[in-house]
């Protein structure tokens, strides 16, 4: 079996509120079709769930073996499964990116599993499972091209637009999204009102992003480059700053 795990961008990203630990969004998350991962589930004779990628951390850090441990809890079938199959994922997004990488693969793999084992979870219940493994899995799960994201990333509405595509530059700056939100509440902290609020949740992505600078689309830039000054250079020629970063990203147009 194989599937694509694509990546996303944030077209606006603002604080709304804190809830617990957490700070709640709201959001326009949209899918880039010319970027995504290729996972498979590759035949053979396994002891130990085995995950075969080029990623940045450990095999049990990673979110696609958290969710095959939320898995296995609901089925035996998951565990049996993946004692006769290996995960491999063909890595094309960057990581610590604000691409969504981790948690678009995470989901796929949720959406791959449910069907190879026949779990038969609807996509809300498996959207509650994705959110304990990362906020943004639940937006990957329901497979929207555009969908506006509130709360802590668990309220998913599709939003109907034309499908877009970007240019999308990631510069080699590994940006610790914990530390960008501590900079965010220590110098840098507002809410969005309830009348922007609602603005931005009904207009079109193209006209954000033509209404819209880098610093007003995004909440966490300035404070991602008051941490990493040398992320300044990019933000220029109509770019965009997606997610924590470090990516920035424009509409391409054919």
């Given amino acids: 079996m194989i599937k694509k795990s694509y990546a996303k961008v944030n077209i606006f990203l603002k604080i709304s509120g804190k809830r617990d630990n ?21 035949e053979g004779r396994f002891e130990d769930f085995t995950l075969v ?23 035996p079938k998951v565990e049996e499964y993946f004692k006769k199959f290996c995960v491999i994922v063909n ?7 604000g691409l969504g ?4 693969n995470a989901a796929t793999f949720m959406l791959m599993v449910n069907e190879v084992c026949s779990l038969n979870l609807s996509k809300d219940e498996l959207a509650n499972i994705g959110v304990q493994i990362g906020a943004d899995v639940p937006f990957f799960i329901y497979e929207y091209d555009s969908a ?19 240019e999308i530059i990631t510069p080699k700056i590994e940006c610790n ?62 770019y965009f700053f997606s997610g924590s970063g470090s990516s920035f990203f424009k509409v391409k147009y054919e």
């Fill in 22 to 42: 957490y700070h709640e969004i709201v959001s326009r998350f949209v899918r880039v079709p010319s970027l995504y991962d290729v996972i498979s589930f590759d």
């Fill in 53 to 75: 990628g080029n990623f940045g951390c450990e095999t049990k850090k990673n979110t696609i073996y958290k969710a095959y441990e939320k898995l296995k809890d609901i089925s």
């Fill in 91 to 97: 890595k094309n997004i960057p990581e610590f990116a």
């Fill in 101 to 104: 990488g981790g948690s678009s």
């Fill in 148 to 166: 506006n994201v509130t709360g802590i990333g668990e309220i998913v509405e599709k939003f109907d637009e034309e499908i877009l595509d970007f």
């Fill in 177 to 238: 999204t914990g530390k960008i939100f501590t900079r965010f509440r220590d110098k840098f902290y507002k809410e969005i009102d309830n009348q922007l609020k609602y603005k931005l949740l009904n207009l079109k992505s193209k006209e954000i992003l033509s209404i819209y600078n880098i610093k007003d689309a995004n909440d966490l830039y300035e404070p991602a480059s008051d941490i990493y000054e040398e992320l300044k250079e990019f933000a220029k020629n109509g």
